[in-house]
T-cell receptor, first 113, second 114 residues
């Protein structure tokens, strides 16, 4: 079945360092890959997304890369700040032609001052 | 635009009672998705609905759970005879048509079964 694996489950970095979170997906038909940030007790919020027709996308300190051949995509956060601390989820759109999201298990990022 | 509205935000039910969770999609969105998030876990797809139609309910437990999205009014996720294992955050998301469009999430309903 459709599956998204996410690593690591926890990540601790010093303020100013970079953080990288990696995901792999199983459905070769997936063509949309969003990343969500979820703070404690709040809703998931989209921080960046990438579609299969590009290999990389950047938005200020956040970038995402996609390797469709390897079915692998990654989130890169540079110059981390304490307010980046949250749980990050990758997702892939499942098959069927609609926006059914298959989520990874999440990465708890802690940025220490 | 008020965004995706879910209510109630918090719901406490005793074992055996019914829980009704409501979701109003963003204005102009006719596609609604329900996800469940167990404590310390990721979000799991439950069901996808369009107005008056269930399109994909492959993530919905076969018993006690049902969903609807009537022509008028919000989408409803109904859980009958709740058990402690139903305690979770239930999120609704809406999006325009298409498979690569942003999904907007509501604030969620946190269900606690006591």
């Amino acid at each position: 079945g459709e599956n998204v694996e996410q690593h690591p489950s926890t990540l601790s970095v010093q303020e100013g360092d970079s953080a990288v979170i990696k995901c792999t997906y199983s459905d070769s038909a997936s063509n949309y890959f969003p990343w969500y940030k979820q703070e404690l007790g709040k809703r998931p919020q989209l921080i960046i997304d990438i579609r299969s027709n590009v290999g990389e996308k950047k938005d200020q300190r956040i970038a995402v890369t996609l390797n469709k051949t390897a079915k692998h995509f990654s989130l890169h956060i540079t110059e981390t700040q304490p307010e980046d601390s949250a749980v990050y989820f990758c997702a892939a759109v499942g098959s069927g032609g609609y926006n059914k999201l298959i989520f990874g298990a999440g990465t708890r990022l802690a940025v220490h001052p | 635009n008020a965004g995706v509205m879910q209510n109630p935000r918090h719901l406490v039910r005793r074992r055996g009672q019914e829980a009704r969770l409501r979701c109003s999609p963003m204005k102009g969105h006719s596609h609604v998705y329900w996800y469940r998030q167990l404590p310390e876990e990721g979000l799991k797809f439950m069901v996808y609905l369009q107005k008056e139609n269930i399109i994909d309910e492959s993530g919905m437990p076969k018993e006690r759970f049902s969903a609807e999205f009537p022509k008028e009014g919000p989408s409803i996720l109904r859980i009958q005879q709740v058990v402690r294992g139903d305690s979770a955050a239930y999120f609704c998301a809406s999006s325009p048509a298409g498979a690569d469009t942003e999904a907007f999430f509501g604030q969620g309903t946190r269900l606690t079964v006591v």
